[in-house]
C-alpha cells in the first residue's frame, strides 16, 4: 500500500527484465514499487516475477533470505504473477535440469523447452476467458509446461500447449506479456487486488 492508500504492485528487480512491467502498469494505471530486498515486500499488495534466468535469480534468493519472504507473501493470499523464468520459479517441478523453486504452482516446467532453433518467436495464443482478441505473445528461451496440477486452471494456449495458466491468487505466463502493447494480461492480474486498488 502507498501512503497515498492506494495499493501497489512490487516487481522483483534483482535480475531481469523488470523495467518493461512497470511500464505496463503504468499503462494499466496501477502504482508500482521495484522490489530488491526481502523487506521490500512490506509495502506492496502483489508481486511481479519477471523474465530473466532463472537460476541466476535462485541464488541472489538464497542469499537474501527472498524465497522464504516470496513464501510467506503467497501464504498471506496476495497475488504473484510470474513470466518466463518467473513462471519457472513458481513451479513445483522443473526439468532440463532439475532445480530449485518456490513450488507454489502446482506444475511440471521445462526450460528451454522450445530447442535452439526458434528460441525467440512471436506467436498468437488464445486466451478466451481473458479476451475475444489473438493474444500477441513473446516468447524468449520459454519454458513449456508439461503438467498442470488439479487446481490448477490453464487460462492461454499457443499451438496447443498451455502458456498461461492459474491457481488461485496465483498466475504464470511461459511468455512476455510485457514486451507487447496488449495490456490484457497485466489488466487481469492487476484485477486480483480487488476493487480498491
Ligand atoms: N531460459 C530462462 C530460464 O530458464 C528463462 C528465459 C526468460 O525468462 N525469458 O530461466
Same mark, same amino acid.
Given at each position: $500500500? %502507498?501512503?497515498?492508500?492506494?495499493? +501497489? ?10 523495467? $518493461?512491467?512497470?511500464? #505496463?502498469?503504468?499503462?494499466?494505471? =496501477?502504482?508500482?514499487?521495484? @522490489? ?7 509495502? @506492496?499488495?502483489?508481486?511481479? &516475477? ?5 537460476? %541466476? *535469480? ?7 533470505? *527472498? ?15 510470474? /513470466? ?19 513450488? &507454489?504452482?502446482? *506444475? %511440471? ?16 495464443? !488464445? ?8 493474444? !500477441? #505473445? ?16 490453464? &487460462? ?6 498451455? =502458456?498461461?495458466?492459474? +491457481? ?11 514486451? /507487447?502493447?496488449?495490456? %490484457?494480461?497485466?489488466?487481469?492480474? @492487476? ?7
Amino acid at each position: $500500500m %502507498t501512503k497515498n492508500g492506494k495499493k +501497489a504492485i512490487g516487481i522483483l528487480a534483482i535480475q531481469g527484465d523488470f523495467a $518493461m512491467h512497470a511500464r #505496463m502498469l503504468e499503462r494499466v494505471g =496501477v502504482g508500482w514499487r521495484l @522490489v530488491k530486498h526481502a523487506r521490500d515486500l512490506q509495502g @506492496v499488495d502483489g508481486l511481479i &516475477l519477471p523474465g530473466g534466468e532463472s537460476t %541466476t *535469480m535462485l541464488k541472489l534468493f538464497a542469499s537474501e533470505g *527472498m524465497d522464504k519472504a516470496i513464501k510467506d507473501f503467497a501464504a498471506q493470499g496476495k497475488p504473484i504473477f510470474g /513470466t518466463c523464468a518467473g513462471a519457472i520459479l513458481l513451479a513445483t517441478e522443473v526439468l532440463n535440469p532439475p532445480q530449485e523453486r518456490l513450488g &507454489l504452482i502446482d *506444475m %511440471t516446467v521445462e526450460r528451454n523447452a522450445y530447442g535452439r532453433q526458434i528460441d525467440s518467436s512471436v506467436r498468437f495464443g !488464445e486466451c478466451p476467458e481473458l479476451a475475444d482478441h489473438p493474444v !500477441e #505473445m513473446v516468447f524468449i528461451r520459454a519454458p513449456v509446461i508439461r503438467r498442470v496440477g488439479e487446481g490448477v486452471r490453464v &487460462l492461454g494456449r499457443s499451438d496447443g500447449l498451455p =502458456v498461461l495458466v492459474e +491457481a488461485g491468487q496465483l498466475l504464470a505466463a511461459t511468455f512476455h506479456p510485457e514486451l /507487447t502493447q496488449d495490456e %490484457t494480461i497485466h489488466q487481469y492480474f @492487476v484485477n486480483k487486488l480487488g476493487s480498491d486498488s
